[in-house]
């Protein structure tokens, strides 16, 4: 907003005569036109601004070309950031580890076009990683609106609070707008709902809030007599400085665990959320057939049929890469040794896969001095691996090789970290699994990013254990070498692969087998997913099975019901009735359990009642009646309503029958 001219003259008076001079004006020069211009520097050599965050603001840069050398303003291309007086605002500068580099900030808090020294924020150096982060606490008499702020790096030597506009020589300078707002305590609108979920399934419990600056840290208990702890930042926990923390492959250990966030803001205190428990049901064993009856000396099959979903151990996409990721190792065996080693991805090269601009992992020619061997290894955590489990990744190159790279995977099944101790050896990674360019060619590595997929192989058994390396591994690199250059890693995921789960079988002994014939008996805790019976008496068997996650199931219990031969002992006789009569016939029988089927053939109606069912050892013969002629009709009890039953059967109502039928009844 541009403020009116104000004009000035001269009145000149001499006695009674004067003279006034031509109006000159002075234009007050909007506040964005004040700030100053820092000389030129130079920032092509790694002493570079990679990327600023606070609040909203994520804005990922290169080497800013001006004008002047090593400055760019990003007032009209990026939306100013809302950020809080009265509040510490958290900002975020990476910057390349190659060399040291020194950060500071400034916000023109009073508007008035000057960064002066009470509006400075020191972020320091660069020594313990690439990532620097420090809090900006504005002054709640900041004034509200959008103002100016400068985020500056410098190679090797502090800035100091005067050094907003200084000059040097290697170093970078980037200006941004952001909107200073009143802040507004936090308040949490909603707390953790308790959770019920199967084992080796996922769970999530999240928070509400309104309010300025929300941070989030999460709370566990193992049950509500035991102290909380602070979750850590391990599997199967993540998102624990977010609003929803999430489990994942929740094991049975996890039952009864108590969760609540600790919620802060910028200008309130701590509170903390209600807290929600977790309560983890054991997974069912499902058997096919649920339960069986055969005939003694039979054999009888019992399948398993839970299926293990795929699971992935291990899905890191590198968004902080010092400290490395929980579980993962780094060594570095190149001699000499370069001035780096494995490092955040510098976005001046290329950006990541996906995800943040920065969040890969890199490593270049400097993991060497001079003119050596590079053999820069970084190791996956511990699991468990068997034949079918598959690693996923994705690398790349810069484009325009001249000096090419080569990456070696390999696998180990001790869970160890052994590498060796020189830039030749392997330690306990012998299984080399690919090799990315290994001629060392100019075309060989990928120049955009590529997945490569692995399935593992050739083990002998499972492996409760093991643990995948990446080697940078480049002979005669480093920066005087004709080799190595620059490569970067991505998303990273090992999955292992379900299938039929395998059950711990027991029942009664002598009386299980593993194959169809019943000749190779089962051994004792043996896993196995089908396993095969036959018990002379009724028996139960019982299965449980245990998942990787790891999880074991409740146990599930199969009755085997057996059936004896059957041998009839008595055989109905014939019989000789009157006309309008009736009679019985009776048969006995062993074995069983039993049931009965009388069958019936007349030579007037053999279609009528071929089969009757009964399950009853005695039947009842009476007459039926159809066109006035008689027919005997078998029953299977004394009972009325077999009567009207067998009525409906013959088709026919009358009189005769009815009466005969109701004398069998009464």
């Known amino acids: 907003l541009s403020l009116p001219a104000t004009f000035y003259q001269c009145i000149v008076t001499c006695g009674a005569n004067s003279g006034t001079s031509t109006p000159v004006s002075v234009a007050l020069t909007p506040v964005t036109g004040c700030y100053c211009i820092p000389p030129g520097t130079d920032c092509t050599d790694d002493d570079v601004i990679l990327r600023v965050r606070i609040s909203t603001l994520d804005n990922a840069s290169t080497c800013g070309t001006g004008p002047p050398a090593g400055y760019t303003n990003y007032t009209s291309t990026v939306a100013a950031p809302v950020v809080y007086a009265g509040a510490g605002n958290p900002l975020t500068v990476n910057v390349p580890t190659t060399f040291t580099e020194q950060v500071a900030a400034w916000i023109d808090y009073n508007q008035n076009g000057v960064f002066e020294a009470s509006e400075y924020t020191n972020l320091g150096s660069n020594v313990a990683g690439g990532q620097l982060v420090g809090n900006i606490n504005i002054p709640g008499s900041a004034l509200t609106g959008v103002t100016r702020m400068r985020v500056r790096v410098r190679f090797a030597t502090a800035l100091g609070s005067g050094d907003a506009c200084l000059g040097y020589t290697f170093g970078e300078t980037e200006d941004y707008n952001v909107n200073i707002q009143p802040c507004v305590p936090i308040t949490i609108t909603s707390s953790p709902s308790s959770a019920s979920v199967t084992c080796g399934n996922n769970a999530s419990f999240s928070v509400a809030t309104t309010g300025s600056i929300p941070a989030y840290v999460w709370e566990f208990r193992p049950n509500a007599s035991t102290a909380w702890q602070f979750v850590p930042n391990a599997a199967p926990y993540s998102g624990i400085n977010t609003a929803t923390l999430t489990l994942t492959g929740v094991s049975a250990a996890y039952n009864g665990y108590q969760y609540r966030a600790v919620v802060t803001g910028g200008c309130s205190a701590t509170d903390f959320s209600n807290f929600a428990t977790l309560t983890v049901n054991p997974i069912v064993p499902v058997v096919t057939p649920p339960s069986a009856t055969i005939c003694v000396g039979t054999i009888q099959s019992l399948s398993l049929t839970n299926t293990l979903g795929n699971t992935d151990l291990i899905s890191e996409g590198f968004n902080v890469v010092s400290p490395l990721p929980a579980g993962w190792f780094a060594q570095n065996n190149s001699t000499p040794v370069g001035t780096t080693g494995w490092f955040q991805g510098n976005t001046a090269v290329f950006t990541a896969q996906s995800g943040p601009a920065d969040s890969y992992i890199g490593a270049n020619f400097n993991n060497v001095a001079g003119a050596n061997t590079i053999s820069n290894w970084l190791i996956t955590p511990a699991v468990a691996i068997k034949n079918g489990d598959i690693l996923k990744f994705w690398t790349r190159t810069i484009t325009g090789v001249s000096f090419p790279d080569r990456l070696e995977v390999r696998m180990n099944t001790s869970n160890t970290t052994n590498v060796g101790a020189t830039n030749a050896s392997v330690g306990d990674f ?43 591994w480049v002979t005669n690199g480093g920066p005087s070498g004709a080799n190595s250059d620059y490569i970067g890693i991505d998303n990273v995921v090992f999955t292992s692969t379900g299938g039929t789960a395998q059950g711990i079988w027991t029942g009664p002994a002598g009386t299980m087998w ?89 030579d007037r109606r053999v279609d009528l009642f071929k089969y009757i069912w009964c399950n009853v050892s005695i039947i009842y013969i009476i007459s039926c009646y159809i066109s006035n002629e008689q027919l005997p009709l078998p029953l299977c009890n004394h009972c009325s309503s077999m009567c009207w039953n067998y009525q409906l059967s013959c088709g026919y109502t009358d009189s005769k029958f009815i009466a005969n039928c109701n004398n ?3």
Request: glycine share 8%; aromatic share 10%.
């Open 430 to 472: 012998t299984n080399l699994l690919l090799t990315v360019n290994p001629s060392l060619t100019l075309t060989g590595y990928p120049e955009v990013w590529t997945e490569y997929t692995i399935t593992v192989s050739g083990l002998g058994a499972p492996v409760a254990a093991g643990r995948f390396a990446f080697r940078y």
């Open 514 to 602: 593993t194959n169809a014939g019943a000749t190779t008996p089962y051994v004792a805790g043996t896993p196995l997913s089908t396993i095969y019976v036959n018990p002379s008496v009724t028996s139960n068997y019982q299965v449980n099975f245990t998942t990787l996650t790891p999880c074991t199931s409740a146990t599930t219990t199969v009755p085997v019901s057996v059936v004896n031969p059957v041998v009839l002992s008595t055989s109905p006789a014939n019989r000789s009735v009157c006309v309008g009569g009736s009679t019985t016939f009776t048969a006995a029988a062993t074995g069983g359990p039993l049931t009965y089927q009388w069958q019936v053939s007349t």
């Open 664 to 666: 069998i009844c009464t």
